[in-house]
Nanobody, 127 residues
Framework: QVQLVESGGGVVQAGGSLSLSCAAS????????MGWFRQAPGKERAFVAA????????YYSDSVKGRFTISRDNAKNTMYLQMNSLKPEDSAVYYC????????????????????WGRGTQVTVSL
C-alpha cells in the first residue's frame, strides 16, 4: 500500500508563490509516474502536471505552463510543485497521485490510470 501526503498549501496573494510537497511511503517510488491534479468547488478535477520516473520528462496543463514547475527527489520519496505568479483561478484543493504501473513513459497517464491519491491540500489565492 502506498500512502501519499501533500503539504505546503495555504493562502497567498495573487502574483505570489507557493511550493507544495507530496511525500510517498513506497519503497519503489522511483518506479512511479507522479502527477498533480486540482479541483475547485463546483468544478471537475483537472490535470496540473506530471513527471516521469526519472524526472527527465515533465508535462503541464496549458493553464499552468510557464508558471508551475514539477520536480521530484527519488532519494527522498518526494514530489514537488513550485507555483509562481499565482492567479485566483489557481485556487483549489491540490492532490498528488501515483501511477505505479505506467503504461508508457512516452506519455503522461490518464487520470483514471493513477493508482493512489493523496488527501489533498488547499491552495487559496486571494486578490
Amino acid at each position: 500500500q502506498v500512502q501519499l501526503v501533500e503539504s505546503g498549501g495555504g493562502v497567498v496573494q495573487a502574483g505570489g508563490s507557493l511550493s507544495l510537497s507530496c511525500a510517498a511511503s513506497g519503497r519503489t517510488f522511483s518506479t512511479y509516474i507522479m502527477g498533480w491534479f486540482r479541483q475547485a468547488p463546483g468544478k471537475e478535477r483537472a490535470f496540473v502536471a506530471a513527471i516521469s520516473r526519472s524526472g527527465l520528462s515533465t508535462y503541464y496543463s496549458d493553464s499552468v505552463k510557464g508558471r508551475f514547475t514539477i520536480s521530484r527527489d527519488n532519494a527522498k520519496n518526494t514530489m514537488y510543485l513550485q507555483m509562481n505568479s499565482l492567479k485566483p483561478e489557481d485556487s483549489a484543493v491540490y492532490y498528488c497521485a501515483a501511477d505505479l504501473i505506467p503504461y508508457s513513459d512516452q506519455r503522461r497517464p490518464r487520470e483514471e490510470e493513477y493508482d493512489y491519491w493523496g488527501r489533498g491540500t488547499q491552495v487559496t489565492v486571494s486578490l
